[in-house]
């Protein structure tokens, strides 16, 4: 309808008609609001029947996205663990390879001929022999038989008296101590670290010495009068003399 065309009366009518539809619409308005309220409410059981039906959908997702990251954690735990194993089979290999490397206990001399053993009796002792003789040339490579600290080195059996000639002591981290006495010279001083088969000393025949060799103890203290078995203790350590 076009309201341009229409002449002045007319257009009071429609007004007219209008202001009536107006109201007629605002009663219709709220007969309709009626209705539908109570089409909402012959409707509710449909629409409960669809909710369910909603809610068991959002249930199954809701359960299948739970599945999902409850597979995605199960493969990270997975992966974790093969991760884990790698990791110790490579420090384990690391290992290994460093105690191929580097032997923790090793022989104080390359090449002897054994003679006085340990408790042996003799006139060259006061007590029995508190070590392990290895009859060697005078000048032969002396080497440390473990890693450790050198706590005595000198003249004097480095503190433990004179029969010892040149001796040197080293503390280990087992709670031994290693021994090596009658040296020519000694290449270590007191407080040095010293990894095991490091070159410490020429091996001599000072102090009471009955010919060249290299008088070895292990110790329980870092003195005279608390030796073991040396031969025992390299052998308990993977090492036959
Ligand atoms: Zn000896």
């Known amino acids: 309808m076009s309201k ?3 002449k002045p009366s007319i257009r ?6 209008a202001a009536a539809g107006l109201g007629a619409s605002l009663v219709a308005g709220a007969g309709s609001a009626f209705a539908a309220e109570g089409k909402a409410a012959v409707a509710n059981p449909q629409t409960a029947v669809a909710a369910s039906a909603a809610l068991a959908k ?6 299948q996205v739970a599945a999902q990251a409850q597979a995605a954690q199960a493969k990270a735990a997975q992966i974790k663990a093969a991760q884990l194993k790698a990791a110790t089979a490579k420090a384990q290999a690391v290992k290994v390879a460093a105690a191929k490397k580097a032997p ?7 090449a002897y001929t054994l003679t006085a053993s340990y408790n ?3 006139a060259m002792w006061a007590h029995k022999h508190s070590g392990q003789d290895f009859a ?10 473990s890693a450790g600290t050198v706590v005595k080195a000198g003249p004097n059996g480095g503190g433990d008296g004179p029969a010892y000639g040149n001796a040197i002591v080293v503390k280990h981290a087992n709670g031994r101590y290693s021994q090596y006495a009658h040296l020519s010279k000694i290449k270590v001083h007191i407080g040095q670290k010293v990894s095991a088969g490091q070159q410490i000393a020429l091996s001599g025949n ?8 290299l008088h070895f103890e292990i110790r329980t203290t870092p003195n005279y009068g608390s030796a073991v078995n040396p031969a025992a203790f390299l052998r308990s350590h993977g090492v036959s003399i």
Request: proline share 9%.
């Open 4 to 6: 341009r065309v229409m």
């Open 12 to 17: 009071t009518t429609a007004v007219a008609l």
């Open 58 to 63: 959002q249930a199954n997702v809701q359960a």
């Open 104 to 110: 923790s206990w090793v022989k104080p001399v390359s």
């Open 120 to 122: 042996q009796g003799g």
């Open 136 to 145: 060697v040339p005078v000048g032969t490579p002396v080497k440390a038989a």
């Open 206 to 213: 000072t102090g009471n010495s009955s010919g060249p060799h």
